[in-house]
């Protein structure tokens, strides 16, 4: 259906002022910080193994679905703290909170970890004129037992599957746990999420470490949540090169089992962390999102010049 | 047989599940950053009106139920079926009782009809959204009242029942409204 208004843009222009005011408020916040702003390749000979991101693929690589190995390669080569707004690129989101292709912030704080990040991202949202209440902070496993009724660590999978509508065949997915964990998050747990104030979510199972470091069970990472809807991603980053290796290497066993796409890892990346990434935290912030609920728009194509029907 | 992806599925995507045909109504994803990505959609029975949920693991697949609703014109009523014929191809096709019930209180003939057809069967009938019926039978209203207020039950030629002003009296013509079942204004002798 591409009706005669189709040319014109997703968001209104009032929205697009706002939306440069933001990326100008972002980009002064980090200037008064020392923190560098860099600008790495969208184009990659390699891409995400994760095993719930898809990436585009073209003729001469993978189009990015983040910048954290290039940013981490650099802080590995002695950058120290530096932050990035970019483009990013991920198959088969779209809803009216996705869009395919949509612009991230993320940065990296040399010497911090999860906890004294949180502390900028809430310090970035208050000076952005976000929000100005102090945020919350939650446990992961606090934020099960609080809305859907359960300890994620501790209950069994039918117990998991017992909370949860799910009409598809999981097949053999129907056993892992984090499976299910997700469907809950998605339908119960997340839209109840920082409705008040925004919330950090943190402690993650140590299954769902992603590029985090792993503390016994827990991983320490973390996800700002606001009004029910993910705004942000955080890891004290995992630094060691022969876990990184390995969890890469059963992601992509893993997608070959699911029978997916199996996108070559960054070598680059265990080469850089194998000469040494310092101690330090990173987060990716998805500045439509948070533009859309700073305006109180209906959706994320609100946000953006031209959403996917019509980019 | 034709399918169609959660990440194609639009309000009024006709789909079908376990032979049985929906029309989505909404259609919402939802996918943790890192996490399993869903569909949860809200679908309409397309034989009994009602509406349901349904959590669907994104890039899964539905049968795509063939329905097509076509403009047709009610016959009669053989007293097991009620007959419609297509304007243009003069093509008829009958309906059974649970696809018209809902219809057949409000038609009597020539009208033009909205017929749901799956699989080229009937499966429901939607009414003109306004219908000019006779008053068959209702009490007598009260003299002097012309506000209309309070109001009385009339039955129409076609079996409905609708509440109408005092002054409105059997033997009149009235129009209806069949999306909400009620009166409108007397239409004439």
């Not at chain 1, 690589?61 to 650099?74: C, D, H, I």
């Not at chain 1, 859907?148 to 949860?164: H, I, K, M, Y």
């Not at chain 1, 955080?234 to 992601?251: I, K, T, Y």
């Not at chain 2, 029309?23 to 029975?45: F, L, M, W």
Request: proline content about 4%; hydrophobic content about 40%; overall charge negative.
């Amino acid at each position: 259906m591409k009706g005669e208004q189709h040319w014109r843009p997703s968001a209104t222009l009032e929205t697009l002022k706002a939306r440069a005011e933001l990326l100008s408020s972002v980009r002064a916040f980090f200037v008064a910080r020392n923190v560098l702003e860099v600008d790495t390749p969208i184009l990659s000979a390699n891409a995400t193994v994760d095993r719930h991101i898809e990436s585009f693929s073209t003729a001469n690589g993978w189009l990015q679905t983040s910048p954290e190995f290039a940013m981490k390669r650099l802080l590995c080569a002695g950058s120290g703290p530096i932050y990035q707004i970019c483009h990013v690129f991920r198959r088969e989101e779209s809803g009216r909170h996705h869009n395919s292709e949509f612009t991230m912030l993320e940065w990296y704080r040399p010497g911090y970890d999860h906890h004294r990040l949180m502390d900028e991202v809430e310090a970035l949202l208050h000076a952005v004129g976000a929000a100005s209440a102090r945020f919350e902070r939650l446990t992961y496993r606090d934020a099960f037992l609080r809305h859907a009724g359960l300890d994620p660590f501790e209950a069994t999978l039918e117990q998991l599957r017992s909370v949860v509508r799910f009409d598809s065949d999981a097949g053999a997915q129907a056993s892992e746990r984090d499976f299910w964990l997700d469907l809950i998050m998605s339908a119960k747990v997340g839209p109840r999420l920082g409705l008040d104030v925004p919330i950090f979510l943190h402690d993650f199972p140590a299954s769902q470490a992603a590029l985090s470091r792993i503390n016994g069970d827990i991983a320490e990472r973390f996800e700002l949540f606001w009004r029910g809807i993910e705004l942000a991603n955080g890891f004290h980053e995992l630094a060691d090169a022969d876990e990184q290796r390995r969890r890469f290497e059963a992601d992509q066993a893993w997608r070959k089992a699911q029978g997916q796409v199996v996108p070559p890892y960054d070598q680059n990346l265990i080469a850089a962390l194998e000469s040494g990434l310092p101690n330090c935290a990173g987060v990716a912030v998805g500045l439509d999102r948070l533009l859309m609920l700073m305006q109180q728009l209906p959706s994320v194509a609100a946000s953006m010049a031209f959403a996917g029907d019509r980019a | 047989m034709a399918t169609v992806s959660t990440n194609e599925m639009k309000s009024g995507t006709k789909v079908l599940i376990d032979g049985v045909p929906y029309a989505v109504i909404d259609n919402e994803y939802h996918k943790p950053g890192k996490g399993q990505a869903t569909n949860s959609i809200k679908i309409r029975n397309l034989k009994t009106g009602r509406v349901l949920e349904r959590t669907l693991k994104s890039g899964d697949t539905l049968e795509v139920a063939d329905i097509e609703e076509v403009e047709m014109q009610y016959l009669y009523n053989d007293g097991e079926f009620w007959h419609f014929m297509n304007p243009a191809s003069f093509e008829q096709i009958q309906a059974v009782q649970s696809a018209a019930e809902e219809a057949a209180k409000w038609i009597k003939g020539e009208e033009t009809c909205r017929v749901l057809l799956f699989n080229g069967v009937a499966i429901g009938v939607t009414p003109p959204n306004t219908v000019t019926l006779l008053i068959t039978e209702t009490d007598p209203g009260l003299r002097g009242d012309t506000s209309g207020g309070g109001g009385k039950p009339a039955t129409l030629e076609t079996g409905a029942v609708v509440r109408v002003p005092l002054f409105v009296q059997q033997g009149e013509m009235i129009k209806c409204d069949t999306r909400t079942g009620e009166y409108m204004s007397r239409a004439g002798k």
